[in-house]
């Protein structure tokens, strides 16, 4: 079984400080980790993905997540908000059980750039 | 554009309406997945189809309907829906139904709205 918990349904930021979503995660397998960006009525975008190489991942416009397997954490940052920034952004966690590949969606964390 | 395209944008149709919504890729992948995202909730999984084959379906009402001729395509055949299947559906795609450290590649999704 594996699920995900996004701690904060809504942070608000002023525009230039930084950015921390928080992401924790439960998986019976070794995960894959995921964090994606929904900006208003379109889909999903890939941000970043963490799959057991390096724990401090680089993603797209400046963000980056680190993979703390003891704190089972996979939180979100970025040094600078950009008005762009402002969307909602989920934390995803695979896991493969007998080869079916299967995706665990947070609820989400809608990100308020305050200008 | 992701290289997943979800028509049309936007729907309004009727409870007694038949319509349908299609999604195509053109990425080389082989799994094809439906999606809702309904406010306030995570995203649902719908169904899963491999290699055309449907391989999940997670208890979706018989008013929805999948069809997927091939590994390019997928719909979902709409009939006499309910309001509170007002929401935004998703289509997804990956290499295959196994593991996939690359994550899923989504449309833009159709938002529907039942009347």
């Known amino acids: 079984a594996q699920s995900v918990t996004q701690l904060d349904s809504h942070v608000s930021v002023s525009e230039g400080t930084p950015v921390l979503l928080r992401c924790n995660y439960s998986?019976?397998?070794?995960?894959?980790l995921f964090w994606y960006v929904q900006h208003p009525n379109k889909g999903l975008q890939l941000l970043l993905k963490?799959?057991?190489?390096?724990?401090l991942v680089k993603g797209i416009n400046g963000f980056e997540a680190e993979f703390k397997k003891s704190e089972t954490s996979f939180h979100l940052t970025k040094p600078s908000a950009h008005m762009s920034d402002a969307a909602e952004y989920f934390c995803?966690?695979?896991?493969?059980?007998?080869?079916?590949?299967?995706?665990?969606f947070g609820t989400g964390t809608r990100l308020t750039i305050i200008p | 554009e992701t290289g997943v395209t979800q028509t049309p944008r936007h729907l309004v149709m009727g409870m007694t309406n038949k319509k349908s919504l299609k999604c195509e890729q053109h990425?080389?992948?082989?799994?094809m997945y439906w999606y809702k995202q309904s406010a306030k909730k995570p995203l649902e999984l719908m169904f899963v189809?491999?290699?055309?084959?449907?391989?999940e379906n997670n208890s979706v009402p018989s008013r929805f309907s999948p069809e997927c001729p091939n590994s390019s395509h997928l719909f979902l055949h709409l009939h006499t829906l309910q309001p509170e299947d007002s929401a935004l559906y998703l289509c997804?795609?990956?290499?295959?139904?196994?593991?996939?450290?690359?994550?899923?590649?989504f449309g833009s999704g159709t938002r529907l709205t039942v009347v």
């Open positions: 997804a795609s990956s290499q295959d139904q196994g593991p996939t450290p690359y994550g899923y590649t």
């Open positions: 998986s019976s397998y070794s995960p894959s």
């Open positions: 963490y799959t057991s190489a390096a724990t």
């Open positions: 995803v966690v695979s896991g493969a059980n007998f080869g079916n590949e299967k995706l665990t």
């Open positions: 990425l080389g992948h082989n799994a």
């Open positions: 189809y491999n290699f055309k084959e449907q391989t």
